[in-house]
């Protein structure tokens, strides 16, 4: 065990690498999408992006949609 202090980027790279022996690339991966808790306001940053369409607009935009796809 190393009684060192350790920066958290350091700590977080010793977990990882860890992670990453145990349970092999793609298991480190899903544990990551298991525990990361995200950030941001999503909702702020979705009324960014799509504004705040009516229903007629979101049924147009479904309706094109749909038009496109292969049958």
Do not use: H
Not at 29 to 48: K, L, M, N, P
């Amino acid at each position: 065990m190393n009684a060192q202090p350790m920066t958290l980027e350091e700590i977080r790279k010793v977990g990882l690498d860890l992670l990453n022996e145990r349970l092999g690339a793609v298991g480190t991966v899903r544990f990551i999408q298991q525990t990361e808790t995200g950030w941001g306001d999503y909702t702020a940053e979705r009324e960014q992006w799509l504004g705040n369409p009516d229903l007629s607009t979101l049924f147009d935009a479904i309706k094109t949609t749909q038009c496109r796809k292969p049958a």
